[in-house]
Nanobody, 125 residues
Framework: QVQLVESGGGLVQAGASLRLSCAAS????????MAWFRQAPGKEREFVAVIIWSAGNTYYADSVKGRFTISRDNTKNTIYLQMNNLQPEDTTVYYCAAEFRIYYSHSSQYQYDYWGQGTQVTVSS
């Protein structure tokens, strides 16, 4: 199993940038598809970005495409979410998720077995 710990959230003004990190345990990190989701109170988790375990392909939600970039550093067992031009609607808790060697349906929260505790991102006007 893999354990995930997010960090890097904070309070910024609109237009600013943040980089979230997700540190994972285990030596099989490179075999996991890794994703970022976000969830507002009372709502289901929303897909943000994913990086596929094998080829490293990335996919993004339309709402963040062009602003957010997901990446991974397998030597550090860490994935990142670079968030640029943040907007107030990006305000929520961001979660890191992992699943072993999945490729299909990677935008669905139900495909992921491993989750971090989340990190808060707040964007003011």
């Amino acid at each position: 199993q893999v354990q995930l710990v997010e960090s890097g959230g904070g309070l910024v003004q609109a237009g600013a940038s943040l980089r979230l990190s997700c540190a994972a345990s285990g030596r099989t990190f490179s075999s996991y598809t890794m994703a970022w989701f976000r969830q507002a109170p009372g709502k289901e988790r929303e897909f943000v970005a994913v990086i596929i375990w094998s080829a490293g392909n990335t996919y993004y939600a339309d709402s963040v495409k062009g602003r957010f970039t997901i990446s991974r550093d397998n030597t550090k067992n860490t994935i990142y979410l670079q968030m640029n031009n943040l907007q107030p609607e990006d305000t929520t808790v961001y979660y890191c998720a992992a699943e072993f060697r999945i490729y299909y349906s990677h935008s669905s929260q139900y495909q992921y077995d491993y989750w971090g505790q989340g990190t808060q991102v707040t964007v003011s006007s």
